[in-house]
Nanobody
Framework: QVQLVESGGGLVQAGGSLRLSCAAS????????MGWFRQAPGKEREFVAA????????HVADSVKGRFTISRDNPKNTIYLQMNSLKPEDTAVYYC?????????????????WGQGTQVTVST
């Protein structure tokens, strides 16, 4: 069993920044890949970024590339998403995900554990 807890969401004006964190607990040896997805009302859940434990497998969505940075603190079993130059289109619930597989996949089905989500709202 793996538990994922996101934090750091909130309300920010366009152009601002937020840093999301996701702490894993439990059987953390099963979190070989950790990443972020987001879902806005009426839209499908979409991939944001993911990173393997080693960092050798990393993917960042084109929609956020250059603005968002994913990092991982392995001793703390925590993954971060630094979000800069936020846009209203980034407004969504952001979900942390972890997978046993060591490949940073863009497919939600490849992940085994999910957090409860944290709301990010970007105002104009």
């Amino acid at each position: 069993q793996v538990q994922l807890v996101e934090s750091g969401g909130g309300l920010v004006q366009a152009g601002g920044s937020l840093r999301l964190s996701c702490a894993a607990s439990g059987r953390t040896f099963n979190t070989n890949t950790m990443g972020w997805f987001r879902q806005a009302p009426g839209k499908e859940r979409e991939f944001v970024a993911a990173r393997s434990r080693s960092g050798l497998s990393t993917h960042v969505a084109d929609s956020v590339k250059g603005r968002f940075t994913i990092s991982r603190d392995n001793p703390k079993n925590t993954i971060y998403l630094q979000m800069n130059s936020l846009k209203p289109e980034d407004t969504a619930v952001y979900y942390c995900a972890a997978g046993v597989n060591g490949i940073a996949s863009v497919l939600a089905s490849r992940y085994d554990y999910w957090g409860q989500g944290t709301q990010v709202t970007v105002s104009t």
